[in-house]
């Protein structure tokens, strides 16, 4: 069965940047050029699936986007796993309490 490719343009939530960390998951999957299972919400937040290589990651009006092999597109803030990676591992983070500066005087 397949699916028409998603639109690029209006969102009904406004982008969310994701964490460099796991923009550059998505690149060395991209650069792998292998099916992985790419699991995120849709416009009504309802979680799809779908399996296929990623092709491409871009931006667009402000927000940033992959497109797979399967001429599908997904916002990257939409995202909950590729393969076993999870968007949401990588977006809570915790500072630490006691930061002590590098170069104190």
């Known amino acids: ?19 460099c ?3 550059d998951v998505l690149e060395a999957l991209a650069m792998a ?6 699991r995120f919400r849709d ?5 799809q699936s779908l399996c296929a ?10 927000s940033e986007f992959l497109l797979t092999s ?4 997904v916002r ?6 590729v393969d076993d990676f999870r968007l ?5 983070t915790v500072a630490p309490v006691d930061v002590v500066p590098a170069c104190s005087s």
Not at 53 to 62: E, Q, R, T, V
Not at 70 to 73: E, H, L, Y
């Open 70 to 73: 399967t001429g599908d597109t």
């Open 21 to 23: 960390d796991f923009y």
């Open 43 to 47: 416009h009504e937040g309802v979680v």
């Open 33 to 38: 050029k292998k099916p992985v299972e790419i």
């Open 76 to 81: 990257l803030d939409q995202l909950v796993t």
């Open 88 to 92: 949401a591992d990588y977006e809570s």
């Open 53 to 62: 290589a990623i092709s491409d990651l871009f931006s667009l009006k402000g």
């Open 1 to 19: 069965q397949q699916r028409p490719a998603m639109h690029t343009t209006a969102h009904p939530t406004p982008y969310e940047p994701i964490r």
